[in-house]
């Protein structure tokens, strides 16, 4: 399995062509535990109201590139506010 790192790399690279199961484990781990499994979306709890607000989706065993984006910008919000990136 590829490291968190290295997903990172390919998301910024190419949003549309990361695997849903990647993008959980990225979202785990920078968010804890989706909040809401239930349906078809998963939403992870971000330590700010609004946006970029965390919710993504399983779309055939691969994520939407919007939804790829809004997490990447989560990411980077959180790595600002919190003045260290988490691998």
């Known amino acids: 399995m590829p490291l968190l790192t290295d997903i990172i790399q390919s998301m910024r690279n190419n949003p549309s062509g990361v695997r849903f199961a990647e993008l959980?484990?990225?979202?785990?781990?920078?968010?804890?535990?989706?909040?809401?499994?239930?349906?078809?979306?998963?939403?992870?709890?971000?330590?700010w109201t609004?946006?970029?607000?965390?919710?993504?989706?399983?779309?055939?065993?691969?994520?939407?590139?919007?939804?790829?984006?809004?997490?990447?910008?989560?990411?980077e919000r959180m790595e600002i506010e919190h003045g260290s990136e988490k691998k």
């Open 24 to 47: 959980c484990k990225v979202c785990d781990h920078y968010f804890g535990e989706a909040r809401q499994t239930s349906g078809s979306h998963r939403v992870y709890k971000t330590p």
């Open 50 to 75: 609004g946006d970029p607000r965390v919710n993504i989706q399983n779309d055939r065993g691969s994520s939407k590139a919007y939804q790829v984006r809004q997490v990447l910008k989560a990411i």
